[in-house]
């Protein structure tokens, strides 16, 4: 079976500009995740969806935005972007809900560059 | 809210030499604690849990950590390092109510030498 599989994979953009990414979680998994790695730290949480209702929002600006579609797909939305948006955005699913009771599965990722 | 430190980012080992990495974590409540790994390019993958019950949880790979209340620490250990071990190490809390996010420590990167 396909894990969770991100898109894309690298890309770059300059300052201002808009970006979406997109992830499509195992099959199965209701939930999906969002968080954003900069690098030399660790990830930190920006969203969690499950049967497509936001469970949980981090301490993100509303630049940042996310939704769930019916078949439990996923975007992250990230408007203005700024230098410090360069990082490595995570995507993770579960079959559960809370993080305690399930197990997340990550995906590689999609690294964004910022300019 | 809860939060995790790890001491040291960067550990390196001899194969097959004791691999201990350090995780203390700040909860008012007992938390749910976790270890992950990053290899390069890779997403996480989870090595092991503490959620209740016993407090030496094995995981994946030959790790295993101890949950020590007193302490409040979540050590990892694998006995024996092997080449294939590097990799970037996080240690995670999530709390019983909030747990919908894992909150991540900076991390540990462990090197292994021949």
């Known amino acids: 079976d396909a894990g969770v599989t991100q898109s894309p994979t690298h890309l770059i953009k300059t300052r201002g500009q808009h970006v979406t990414l997109r992830c499509s979680p195992i099959?199965?998994?209701?939930?999906v995740s969002w968080y954003q790695q900069v690098l030399g730290q660790g990830p930190q949480f920006i969203f969690q969806?499950?049967?497509?209702?936001?469970?949980g929002r981090g301490n993100f600006p509303d630049r940042f935005s996310a939704r769930q579609f019916p078949n439990y797909s996923s975007e992250l939305n990230v408007n203005a972007l700024l230098l410090g948006d360069s990082a490595l955005y995570l995507c993770?699913?579960?079959?559960?809900?809370?993080?305690?009771?399930?197990?997340?599965?990550f995906g590689e990722g999609s690294r964004l560059t910022v300019l | 809210a809860q939060s995790v430190t790890q001491l040291g980012s960067h550990v390196s080992v001899s194969e097959g030499a004791l691999v201990l990495l350090r995780c203390n974590y700040s909860?008012?409540?007992?938390?749910?604690l976790f270890w992950y790994v990053q290899y390069p390019n890779q997403g996480l993958q989870l090595l092991l849990k503490?959620?209740?019950?016993?407090?030496l949880v094995k995981g994946i790979n030959g790790f295993e950590a101890e949950f020590k209340k007193s302490e409040t620490s979540f050590h990892l250990t694998k006995p024996s390092a092997h080449m294939s071990d590097a990799a970037e190490y996080f240690c995670?809390?999530?709390?019983?109510?909030?747990?919908?996010?894992?909150?991540f420590g900076a991390g540990t990167t462990v090197t292994v030498r021949a």
């Open positions: 503490y959620t209740t019950g016993a407090t």
């Open positions: 969806y499950y049967e497509k209702e936001e469970r």
């Open positions: 993770a699913s579960s079959l559960a809900a809370g993080v305690n009771t399930g197990e997340l599965f």
């Open positions: 099959s199965g998994h209701k939930s």
């Open positions: 909860s008012s409540v007992p938390p749910y």
């Open positions: 995670a809390v999530s709390s019983r109510s909030n747990d919908y996010k894992l909150s």
